[in-house]
């Protein structure tokens, strides 16, 4: 019995050390600001007990600044992940070191400790989101499921409203330069990868 405990606690040991360990890259591996075009979209689509319009089609590289599992909420079905993700200067491991990012109930916050913020709120603010990840296909489920912080992802698909049973609905932010509620991408996933980082440690 004391076997099992220890290894019980030295594996979440572990667990702390790899979800806490700092980033560790060179430059800006997503240097780019995610892409968004609302020309020539496909029509609305049923999946299950919901309804998808497609607002615009959104690719982006991005670093995962966080990953939140959601079970038991109402969007939970459709959207069982949320990642936080940064890019341009929010891609910086420098940066992202300085900051205490976390997520719950949907949201994504950041803090900085006594020495001040890296870089000002509002570049924080336009170069991060808190993305409700919906994917496609349960193949692209399970690999959602596998991303964790610190990686870079590719994603592509569309920013999307969700429409279901009893009224519910769901829009994603068209705007990288909103805060608070309504702020968040609602991203109907069709592609997913992960990038290598160059240098990374």
Known sequence: ????????????AGWWFFRDAP?????????????????????AFRQGDYTFTPLARYALAAV?????RYRYDAAAEIAP??????????????????LRISQSGRWYEYRWGAEGSPLPPDV??????????????????????RVRR???????GYLVQVAGPGGYTWRSSLTRDDVGGGACEVFWITALETLPIPGAR
Do not use: F, Y
């Open 64 to 68: 995962v600044l966080g990953v939140e």
């Open 23 to 43: 980033a560790a890259w060179p430059g800006l591996p997503a240097s780019a600001d995610p892409q968004q075009d609302a020309s020539g979209l496909p029509p």
């Open 150 to 156: 610190h990686e870079l992802v590719g994603l592509s």
């Open 1 to 12: 019995m004391k076997k099992w405990l220890v290894i019980a606690l030295l594996g979440v």
């Open 124 to 145: 924080i603010a336009r170069h991060s989101a808190n993305t409700h990840c919906l994917p496609s296909t349960p193949e692209l489920r399970e690999k959602l499921l």
């Open 81 to 98: 992940i949320d990642l936080a993700l940064g890019w341009g200067p929010m891609s910086s491991a420098a940066v992202i070191n300085e």
